[in-house]
């Protein structure tokens, strides 16, 4: 039975380091077949739309997060990685302020974060993974304030089960179809958390968001696929598969 490891949204620099490495620690000693990013490894924040004409824009701590990035991915052993809002942040940014270097190929996501080095697969767009299951990051339909929704009603769009991130949120719902007492389809939608310090995410108002702490797996025999959440403690520990993990 393969495993594929979900990683949910690290935002670096804003992640958090005792949960990606209690996460990294459970990647190295059980060695799943991959470990798949949902979006938003990098913040760049820099570079967002909010920090245009504010102090964070003249930090010029580009080149630090972008090495930061890189060496978080290595160390979850990330293997496939999805667009997202936040790493779309580059393209834009160089889109609306700098047109002229929009092909430079040094400036593409995937080489400025030197993926083919880590070997690493880029998906462009929302892409197949498992038997019938999509990875996407999250924002290619409606957020919704529930854990799991987001997810499921781009699985109804998509008319796959999705596993994504962006909402930050834990959550696991399906929805079913059914003739004469038989079940045709069974879609599911799974949001895999964050792995951020809420502390560094300073827009939040109060110190305070609707988000959980954790990452995903699916476990995969044949066509046979089975999505499950792992909730992480505030100190970054988790239990799977009978047994306790740390950062240790």
């Known amino acids: 039975m393969k495993r594929l490891v979900i990683v949910s949204d690290l935002q670096v ?69 999805v667009r997202s809002n936040h790493t779309d942040r580059l393209f834009n940014t160089i889109k609306l302020r700098v047109p002229e270097f929009r092909h430079l190929p040094e400036l593409d996501l995937a080489n400025f974060l030197r993926l083919a080095d880590l070997g690493i ?16 990051h999250g924002d290619e339909g409606n957020l919704s304030q529930t854990g799991g929704v987001t997810a499921l009603n781009l699985a109804k769009r998509f008319g796959k089960s999705v596993v994504c991130g962006h909402t930050h949120r834990m959550g696991l719902l399906h929805h079913t179809e059914a003739v004469s007492g038989k079940p045709t389809r069974v879609l599911w939608g799974l949001e ?3 792995l951020m310090d809420m502390k560094k995410a300073t827009y939040l108002k109060g110190g ?19 999505p499950h959440l792992v909730p992480m403690r505030p100190d970054g520990s988790f239990t799977l598969e009978g047994k306790l993990w740390t950062a240790k």
């Open 192 to 194: 895999v958390g964050n």
């Open 13 to 81: 620099p804003l992640h958090s380091v005792p949960h990606v490495n209690a996460l990294a620690n459970y990647i190295t000693k059980t060695k799943p077949e991959e470990v798949i990013s949902v979006g938003d490894e990098a913040d760049f924040t820099g570079i967002s739309r909010w920090a245009h004409g504010t102090p964070l824009q003249y930090e010029t701590n580009l080149h630090k997060e972008r090495e930061a990035t890189i060496a978080v991915l290595r160390q979850l052993k990330v293997t496939q990685m």
């Open 208 to 226: 305070y968001g609707n988000w959980q702490q954790g990452f995903g797996i699916l476990y995969v025999d044949g066509n046979r696929v089975t």
């Open 121 to 136: 697969t880029y998906h462009r767009q929302p892409a197949e993974i498992a038997p019938s299951w999509i990875l996407a």
